[in-house]
């Protein structure tokens, strides 16, 4: 069988059936949206690419470096969960067990998804370039479009990226603890370290003819090639590197130099070639790890030998034919019991659910988390403890709403007595509980201190945390998209003090009292959402 042959129609095939869809052109969309906003107009009240109070004149060469720099930091992190789910949908569509009957071997098959990963961020990659192409005549600044400088951070930088994660995605599928929440948050701070050491200020300061091997998204040369331009033009300039959204107060006009693009030596060429090797490595090693769709997730599992007494030499049992006889079953009692005892019966039966199959350990840890809340001072807990409690039953959460789809049970979920009344509302419930029992240390620690705000501000987050899972839920059917959503807020909100992200009051500068009320009708609409969304899943 033709190596080339069966990898491009396994890789095209799941290529088309993901580009089929409305939420990929949804994708596209969203995508050309960002790319809009990677490029500020001067005035704008906030910077992606800047050195400080500089940046380059909006030519062909610093837009595209621009645009290259955003996609590689945003599309590796949203991108992984955009394509971490080929192997599990071909597991549960029945597809990969069909496969699994076929004389292709594992490495084809995780070498195929890799091919497909790859050929769906490489389709957002190519709707960006055309976004920088639009954006630069539409900044204004120098209208002469020239492709080689527009285009070469894209090829050398972005797409060996883009390889890479589509490596890990498949790897991440292969490997049973990292395919669930739990390598989901686990990729996040990946992430965060490979983009530390991307843009660490001493990488900033290098020559001209180094290339930081361990930089995945190859940036640092493109930086500190900018920074050596700065400096040209303006010698005070104090290697000072923005990367990401960084607001400012007001209208920021940030004074502008020519930069004429990178010159990609063979050195800076032969190390992003070498990611490429390093996608193929990370593959191979999914494919040692893949238990090609063995219900047992268990490589080399044979199916155990029959018994010598169950050999097909035995005679056939004998078959006693059985008697009619008549029947009484016993009638139905309807018990009139009250809404709220039906109800409380079904929060424990979600909570039940929730907590099926946790580990006794995981349930120290979160006694240990009520325990710290409780005797810690009361900013440390509020500003430490909380965070890391509420991300300890992210698993939980992310599981709301998505549970139906995920075991093929809508039918006989949804056709329950009253769905919307009963059901809902208590797996709504079941998360508040998990949140109010993992966060009631702290919450005893405010009242004990007489911190009402921070309590306040305690009390939306309850709300507002499962609020969103059951929304997210709903409308995806997939765990991811609040994993994702929650984890990046998290990380920026709570833990790195933004406080425009921060539904938990953990930011010492923030004020609960106007945060809080704004968390507390977001929590309201996320409701309305998901109420929404369930109700239009059961009349569909």
Do not use: C
């Amino acid at each position: 069988m033709n190596t080339r042959y069966v990898l491009y129609h396994l890789a095209r095939a799941d290529f088309l059936e993901r580009i089929r869809r409305y939420s990929f052109l949804i994708t596209l969309g969203l995508a050309a949206y960002v790319g809009y906003t990677f490029v500020p107009p001067q005035g704008a009240s906030y910077v992606t690419v800047a050195m400080g109070d500089y940046r380059g004149v909006y030519n062909s060469a610093w837009i595209g470096a621009m645009v290259a720099i955003m996609t590689s930091v945003f599309l590796t992190l949203a991108g992984f969960y955009l394509v971490k789910n080929a192997v599990a949908r071909d597991e549960r569509t029945g597809v990969g067990q069909i496969i699994a009957a076929t004389p292709i071997s594992r490495a084809h098959y995780l070498f195929g998804k890799l091919f497909s990963n790859f050929a769906v961020l490489s389709t957002i990659v190519g709707v960006l370039v055309l976004v920088a192409v639009v954006m630069q005549f539409l900044r204004g600044e120098e209208m002469q479009l020239l492709l080689w400088p527009l285009l070469s951070p894209f090829i050398l930088m972005t797409l060996p990226a883009m390889l890479v994660i589509s490596a890990l995605a498949v790897l991440f599928e292969t490997v049973s603890w990292l395919r669930g929440g739990l390598g989901n948050v686990l990729y996040f701070f990946l992430w965060i370290g490979l983009l530390s050491t991307a843009i660490m200020p001493s990488m900033i300061q290098q020559s001209e003819t180094v290339t930081p091997a361990h930089d995945l998204f190859g940036m640092s040369t493109l930086l500190a090639d900018m920074s050596r331009a700065v400096r040209q033009h303006f010698p005070e300039y104090k290697d000072l590197v923005s990367v990401g959204y960084e607001i400012r107060r007001g209208p920021v006009t940030l004074q502008t130099f020519q930069w004429q693009g990178m010159a990609w030596s063979p050195a800076i060429m032969l190390v992003r070639l070498l990611w490429i090797g390093v996608a193929g490595a990370i593959t191979l090693l999914a494919a040692l790890l893949f238990h090609r769709f063995d219900p047992a997730g268990v490589r080399g599992r044979t199916i155990p030998r029959k018994k010598e007494s169950e050999t097909e030499d035995d005679p056939a049992p004998v078959k006693t034919a059985i008697t009619p006889s008549t029947f009484t079953l016993t009638p139905l009692v309807r018990h009139q019991a009250s809404s709220f005892s039906v109800l409380w019966r079904m929060v424990r039966a979600e909570l039940r659910l929730m907590l099926k199959g946790r580990h006794a350990a995981w349930l120290a840890a979160a006694v240990g988390f009520v325990i710290a809340g409780l005797f810690s001072e009361a900013d440390f807990a509020r500003q430490w403890v909380l965070p890391f409690a509420w991300i300890w039953p992210l698993t939980l959460w992310s599981a709301m709403g998505t549970r139906e789809a995920q075991h093929a049970m809508e039918q006989v979920v949804f056709s329950t007595a009253h769905p919307l009344r009963y059901q809902f509302t208590a797996m709504w419930l079941a998360g508040v509980i998990v949140a109010a029992l993992v966060g009631s240390g702290v919450a005893v620690n405010l009242i004990l201190a007489k911190v009402w705000s921070s309590l306040f501000a305690w009390m939306v987050g309850t709300l507002f945390i499962p609020s969103l899972a059951l929304a997210a839920g709903t409308w995806s059917g997939s765990p991811k998209l609040f994993e994702a959503v929650y984890v990046m807020s998290w990380y920026a909100g709570p833990i790195n003090r933004v406080a425009l992200l921060d539904f938990m009051g953990a930011t010492a500068s923030a004020t609960p009292e106007k945060s809080a009320p704004a968390y507390l009708i977001m929590t309201a609409i996320l409701l309305i959402v998901a109420y929404w969304g369930r109700r239009r899943q059961i009349k569909a």
